[in-house]
Every structure is written in C-alpha cells, then in structure tokens.
C-alpha cells in the first residue's frame, strides 16, 4: 500500500487528527532513514500493536558530534518510502532540521549519568541529542507504542526512562537486533565498511558471544573476560571503546555477574564505529 509522506509539523498534525477521529491506535518507529531489514522488524512489530504506523525519517543533526558522520550519512528517502509501501504502507514523517528545531530552539532533554556512560563517554552530548528528538516526536503525535531496536540498548534504556520520568504515556517496546548471516548486526553504518572491514566485523559479534560464554559458563572473573575480548577484538585490528558488563535495566556497572546483564561493546573498524549487545539473562 502506497504510503503517505509529510514533510512538517502542519501536515502531520493533520494526519494524526484524522487519525484520532477515527480513533486509531497509532504506533511510532522512529529512524533516520536508509532502512534495513532491522528497521523493517520494527515496523513490522508496529503493525501488530497498532491500526496505523508512522515511520518518521529524520537524519537529527543535535545527536552527532561535531567531527561525527552527519554529512556522509546515507540519505535514500524515495527507496525508504518504497520499502514501507511492500512492508504495508505508513504515515512517513520526514521533516526539514527547521520543522523539528526552528529559529530559538534551545530546550534540551538529558538522562544524566545514563547518557554520560558507554557510548555517551565516546560521544559526548549525543543521548541528549536522542533524548531531545524522541521526546519531541512522542510528544508531538502522542503514539500509543513507539517500537525501538535492542541493537541500540542504551538508547533504549534511556528512551524507557525519560518517558517515565517525563510522564509521557506511551508504551515503549524494544525488539531483539536483526543480524546478517555472520553475525553482525545490521546497520545503515555497515555500508561504509571496506571489504576486508566487512569480512571482520562479524568478529564484534563473535566476541561477545565468547566473552558471555566464558563468564557465565566457564566461570572466569568477569574482568579478565572482559580484558580478553578487549585483547582479542584488538588483534584482529578494532579500536575497542569499550567492552563492558551492566545490569540490564539501569545499565549500572557489575563486578560479579548476576542476571539479568547486558555485554555491550563499541569499536573503531578503520573510520566505521560499531556497536553491539548480547542479553545475559
Ligand atoms: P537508526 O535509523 O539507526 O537511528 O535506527 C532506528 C531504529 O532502528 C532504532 O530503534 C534502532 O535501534 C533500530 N535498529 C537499527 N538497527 C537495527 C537492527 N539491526 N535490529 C533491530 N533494530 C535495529
């Protein structure tokens, strides 16, 4: 089904009236485009809590650093459009930097120390960048369900707590990565991986998996597991930014294990970040 594309906030809040007249349930997947068979899995658990899905596509300028890959992220949005019409069809947001922060704009939503850990240490200011923008998308179309990925955990975990914390009543759903073949966990980021980056970097993956292996079943104290990874992902040529053990819901550091855990890791493949996550349950 041909979906419907609005570019601002007039627009969409016409769509979302009608909606809201025919009492719709809406669910939201928030994206910044160049869509994945991971990004298809959210919009697919969308379908199933809701009468109507929104897809919003919006590339946020305030989550990336300032020597980070904004310019070069990948923008398709006529082949995005495209895969939501076979996935069914959807209300596709993409508005302009200017419908989402115009002229003034200086409000700016923060989770604390929960975006100052892991990837907030490497990318300072970039969970208030994604707290800020979902905040306004929820917000602003007041969804029933918003669905995010596992493969970016601590984003969800801190979209989980400022909806909480901000009253803003929504069901958060979070749905498990969508892997390639090999391991590695799809993202719009792959595409910039050489070939001999690609063939590596199922690898993060592998680690993980060994890592929690070696943890849960061959009892070795978690830092020298991690200590490991770190040394293993190293040779074979990332730039580990971190390898760690957390408690699930509050991403809380953990010394000894006990379920339920998060192993999260990020690393540099040449001028590619990665990141990835496995459940210790
Ligand atoms: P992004 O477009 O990268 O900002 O991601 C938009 C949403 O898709 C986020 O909720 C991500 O966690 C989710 N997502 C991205 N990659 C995957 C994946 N491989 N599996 C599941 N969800 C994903």
Redesign the pocket.
Known sequence: MQSTVVRDMDSLQKQLLALAKQNKRVALV????ALHA??M??VAEAQKHADAVIVSIFVNPMQFGQNEDFDKYPRMLEADVKKIDEAGGALVYAPSAEDIYPPGFITTVSVGELGNILCGASRPGHFDGVATVVTKLLVRMLPHVAV?????YQ?LCVIRRLAYDLDIPVEIVG?P???EADGL????RNAYLSPEERKLAPKLHFSLVQTAGRIVHGNTPVSEALKDGIALLTTLGFKVDYLELREAGTLRAMDTFDAPARLLCAGWLGKTRLIDNISME
Do not use: I
Request: charged residues 20%.
């Open positions: 928030p994206t910044m485009g991971g990004h899995a959210l995010f990925g596992e493969k970016d984003q749905l990565t969508v892997r966990a799809m993202s719009s």
